[in-house]
């Protein structure tokens, strides 16, 4: 079964605090995403990336910066965590190689960050 | 550029009726489209997906969409209603950007006894 894990489903951080957002895909994609989900806003995309070390800005990437060391493995990181970005974050993966797939994202179940 | 409209922020019905979702969408290329379902405190499942296939899309769960080019729509759409189908829909368009995807707003579903 194909599974996108994220490291924690809930946080609570104070601001200014450093946070870290980890997200293990086991399909070998290639492409792997970060969302932010705020109610009546539907998800907007923080960053991206296609291949390992490579990263793209998303619509909403300023407070978020992101590393991609592994190919199965895309960190979200907060260098100063702010109260508005308490929110849920979800990652996402998606491969190229099987058309019947196409652009299909697969998603983990959240990490729901709260910062006071 | 591309973007997702989706009309209605909360649709509420009886269960056993006919459930509607809309979409419209734009697209400077040919799109991928996409309805994903997101039940309370998890992340968001693949209902169905259009990919310049067949018009008409058959998902999970008995719920169909049908992509209409000339209305640049592709509403959501399942004959009768159950409870368990409450939840959060999500319309989604893709272009060819390494499988970027923008979201609609969503709309709950509600479905009353």
């Known amino acids: 079964d194909v599974k996108v894990t994220q490291s924690s489903r809930y946080l609570v951080k104070r601001t200014g605090e450093k946070v870290f957002l980890e997200c293990v895909q086991d399909m070998d994609h290639e492409n792997m995403f970060w969302y932010r989900q705020d109610p009546g806003l539907g998800l907007r995309l923080i960053y991206f990336s296609y291949d390992v070390k490579m990263k793209e800005k998303g619509d909403i990437p300023e407070g978020y910066s992101v590393s991609r060391e592994k190919k199965e493995r895309f960190s979200l990181i907060l260098e100063s965590a702010s109260t508005n970005q308490t929110s849920m974050y979800l990652c996402?993966?998606?491969?190229?190689?099987?058309?019947?797939?196409?652009?299909?994202?697969?998603f983990g179940e959240g990490s729901r960050l709260t910062v006071l | 550029a591309q973007s997702v409209t989706q009309l209605g922020s909360h649709v509420s019905v009886s269960e056993g009726a006919l459930v509607l979702l809309r979409c419209n969408y734009s697209s400077s290329v040919p799109p991928y489209l996409f309805w994903y379902v997101q039940y309370p405190n998890q992340g968001l499942q693949l209902l169905l997906k259009?990919?310049?296939?067949?018009?008409l899309v058959k998902g999970i769960n008995g719920f169909e969409a049908e992509f209409k080019k000339s209305e640049t729509s592709f509403h959501l759409t399942k004959p009768s209603a159950h409870m368990s189908d409450a939840a959060e829909y999500f319309c989604?368009?893709?272009?060819?950007?390494?499988?970027?995807?923008?979201f609609g707003d969503g709309t709950t579903l509600t479905v009353k006894p």
């Open positions: 259009y990919t310049s296939a067949a018009t």
């Open positions: 996402a993966s998606s491969t190229n190689r099987d058309r019947g797939l196409a652009g299909e994202l697969f």
């Open positions: 989604a368009v893709r272009g060819t950007n390494a499988g970027k995807s923008t």
